[in-house]
């Protein structure tokens, strides 16, 4: 039963516990500067947007078929069975594949660090795997971020929108998005107007770039036993040629 | 010969300027990180140095498999002049590739981690063994020039052993590679303009990398030619010349089914940076390639070179709207690389111009030309070996 966060921006009031919860998990630092500033970064794993009247709230989305744990070439991010996606910074070699990867823009990177680290939200693997809940879902204190069961999650998220059909714009953003994510979104308006990517594709990223390299063993067998045909027509060619006497 | 001495002076002085900034610009990589040293951001983490130095230094070092093949697997003798600088290249391309590597990795001193920590569902994992076990079959492949030169015929004999498997070996390596650059891009639907993003990437890749690699092959020949005051080898290089005009056709071909396929052509009429770096693209690719199918403009060595020039940079201009601009307008940012970013590049290109001089002069690199062409010659000889091959 893979864990999730439920987040309903119809309830958030933007006060921004989770931000300080979230940079006390993590031991970065929390002033009113870095509280105002509205973007995750380096040093700030969660955000509170302002949209108008409207608050949002960006995490990493802990993908249910992560891009950026496909594409890592030394296996640093890892899909946990529990949900979260997690990263073990001493195998990073900062290619920063994943960044590119990402649809939702989340890992950043320590760029002012000799010796940078990529950052990011893992809903708190820790916390979750000793039963406890995410600092963030905690630290909420009206209940707009929700930690538990994806499954009970999605059935709760049904009920609010089935409920206050008038309150809620009726979808479920992070259901079908990208294969589906571990973080979801309810909202007043449609998911663009409280700044999340509604372009992204239904289907899961990882795919995209498996579909060409599971053919690797097919090119490399096949471009062998082709290869090596060639050469040893073309030089049994040049062997008869020097028999017949027609060269040297 | 004074006028010659001048010249290569201004070239020298300028070599060096580049190399002073490079280094100035090495210090801010090293002491104040990328941040220091680049433009680079969370939301546009690949730059200059990805979309340059390693996508269009891979490109272009194409020449190495491309003549490997035709040369030894294909056994068209014909060509064999041209196959030591083209590995060459290739080797010096992939050695400069991976310098380029060491700045932009976070972790350069982590280069090593993917070949003990495995991740098969990594494109970059594919790209990371690539370009280790293929530099070391470039190595392998250079290496005889080496022996030559100091006349150690055993190690010689030796190589000469396993030569077909390894060449066999870098011709599947440099597939895969050079495919998987286009790979790469699979991975980001929705940040890579239409124009760009098709399923078919690492396919468009591998052709244009041939093409990169025939195209480098004229260019270098020409500027050996003058550096070194050898003859040009011109029915041979007539003879690349028809076959890159070739391969360009196939490329030009299946991408324009591909944009057809995919309904973007109607894109084209936005007003928009993409559009215009599109036909930017087009056109350098498109005039070569028209030119080079006209014998007259074959068989003249300015005309042979400015052709070769267009396709190099049409294939630099595509590998960097596929890595940079095609990526910006998606990732909601403008990317423009800071000076040190530049001064880095330029100095890896500088440095590969002179290593290069410096091993044509003194590495048996070139054949002596068996003797001078003459055009009437030339118009005898048009012939194409691969027809006959």
Known sequence: ?248 | MKSILKQLTVWRVILLAILLSGAYATYLRIFYGLGGSTNLSDKFPWGLWIGFDVMCGVALAAGGFTLVAIVHIFNIETYKPVLRPAILTAFLGYILVVVGLLYDLGRPDRLWHPLIMWNPHSVMFEVAWCVTLYSTVLGLEFLPVVLEKFGLHKPLAWIHRISVPLMILGVLLSTLHQSSLGTLFLIVPEKEYPLWYTPILPLLFYISAIAAGLAMTIFESWHSSRAFGRALELPLLMSIGRVLAVVMSVYLWIRVLDLAHRHVFGLLTRNRPETWLFLLEAALMIVPTAMLFHASVRARPGALYACAVMVVLSMVTNRLNVGISGIEAGSGTHYIPKWSELAITLSIVGAGFAIFRVAGHYLPIFEEPTHEYGLAEVEETEEDPIAVG
């Open chain 1, 1 to 248: 039963m893979p864990k999730a966060i439920l987040y309903d921006s119809t309830l958030c009031i933007g006060c921004k516990a989770c931000e300080g919860a979230c940079a006390e998990r993590w031991g970065l630092p929390y002033s009113d500067k870095v509280a105002a500033e509205e973007k995750i970064s380096a040093h700030k794993l969660t955000a509170i947007e302002t949209h108008g009247d409207k608050f949002s709230r960006r995490l990493c989305m802990n993908c249910l078929q992560p891009a950026c744990a496909s594409v890592c070439p030394v296996g640093a991010l890892q899909k946990t069975e529990l949900g979260p996606v997690t990263y073990e910074a001493s195998r990073c070699m900062g290619c920063r594949y994943c960044m590119q990867a990402c649809p939702f823009q989340v890992p950043s990177y320590e760029w002012d660090q000799r010796l940078p680290r990529m950052r990011k939200c893992d809903m708190c693997f820790e916390r979750q795997s000793h039963g406890k809940l995410t600092a963030c879902a905690e630290a909420c204190p009206v209940g707009a971020t929700k930690n538990g069961d994806r499954d009970a999650l999605i059935a709760e998220a049904n009920q609010r929108l089935a409920e206050k059909p008038d309150q809620y714009y009726q979808k479920i953003y992070g259901l079908k998005e990208v294969g589906g994510t571990s973080v979801l979104y309810l909202s007043a308006v449609p998911f663009e107007q409280i700044g999340l990517r509604t372009n992204v594709p239904a289907e899961p990223l990882p795919e995209t770039t498996w579909r060409v390299l599971e053919l690797l063993p097919d090119v490399v067998s096949t471009g062998s036993v082709l290869l090596g045909g060639i050469w040893w027509i073309t030089n049994r060619r040049e062997e008869v040629a020097c028999k017949e006497g027609r060269r040297q």
